[in-house]
């Protein structure tokens, strides 16, 4: 039971990472990213890649980093010429392609197989400790950035483009900035999370990944730390709730998959219909 729990909040917290990473963009700037999870697989595949060419673990993050930032400046700079639900549109596809070359690309990323053998950096409470003080730190460095000239600046751009570009913003370099903010912390989390599993393969860059993330979000709301925390917690209770569940009941493994999603949907359709803004609504400050 304690081994179980220990496993749960470390999941817990890689997602929360990734799921400030996509905040940064969705929430506060807008911006509809359904290719997220691409910033994740580059900075696992980074790290895998790193550990078997012989590197050391601090290398791999950092390049899976660089990598996902420049990733991100790409994203925004393809946003110029794109409507935002077109660009969300290019940002899924641009995170299929790369599910598909790491998918058939075997001498780099290991193929379907993937990359195993990536040696963990703690024990397990040993992690989940160095996990909660690093999300307590990325989550404090967000809020100092929310509540800055450069989160006011996304907010503004998002509520009204048209008043941010008038009143000077760039507003392509806001879009970019963000992005590669968002992407430089999700990176971090796929890193890691390459170290906690030992393996990194295809299925970190599926696209229901990313749609997971921004459950998380809309649950707990949008813009708001606190909100996407608890989204995080709350869904990741989900998750481990039914296969704890299928252990002491005895039911199958597809029933358990079919009661895990129809949860986690149930819990997003209440939020929809009687909070749509999310258990914990970002408070935006309005001039009367």
Request: with cysteine; glycine share 14%; proline share 2%.
């Amino acid at each position: 039971m304690f081994d179980f729990l220990v496993s749960a909040l470390t999941f817990a917290s890689l997602y929360g990472l990734m799921a400030l990473g996509l905040n940064l963009q969705a929430g506060y700037a807008g911006l509809l990213n359904f290719g997220h999870i691409a910033f994740a697989g580059v900075g696992a595949y980074a790290t895998g890649i790193a550990i078997q060419a012989g590197h050391a673990w601090w290398s791999g993050m950092a390049l899976g980093i660089l990598l996902a930032m420049t990733l991100g400046w790409c994203m925004a700079r393809l946003g110029r010429k794109l409507a935002s639900d077109y660009w969300g549109i290019a940002t899924l596809a641009i995170a299929e392609i790369l599910r598909v070359i790491a998918t058939n690309e075997g001498w780099l990323t290991g193929g379907a197989q993937g990359i195993g053998a990536i040696p963990t950096l703690a024990d397990g409470v040993g992690f989940l400790v160095m996990m909660l003080v690093l999300l307590a730190v990325a989550a404090l460095l967000c809020q100092r950035l929310a509540d800055g000239r450069f989160g006011r600046a996304l907010r503004l751009m998002r509520e009204e483009p048209q008043l941010a570009a008038c009143m000077g913003y760039d507003l392509t370099s806001l879009k970019s900035r963000a992005i590669m903010s968002g992407a430089a912390l999700t990176a971090v989390g796929g890193s890691l999370y390459a170290h906690f599993m030992s393996y990194v393969g295809p299925d970190y860059v599926l696209a229901s990944e990313t749609f997971l993330l921004w459950t998380m979000l809309m649950i707990g709301g949008l813009g708001n730390l606190r909100g996407v925390l608890l989204g995080v917690f709350l869904v990741q209770c989900a998750y481990s709730l039914v296969p704890f569940a299928k252990d002491h009941l005895g039911f199958d493994s597809d029933l358990a998959g079919a009661l895990r999603l129809g949860l986690i949907g149930a819990i997003l359709l209440a939020c929809l219909m009687w909070r749509s803004e999310g258990l914990i609504p970002e408070k935006v400050r309005k001039i009367t």
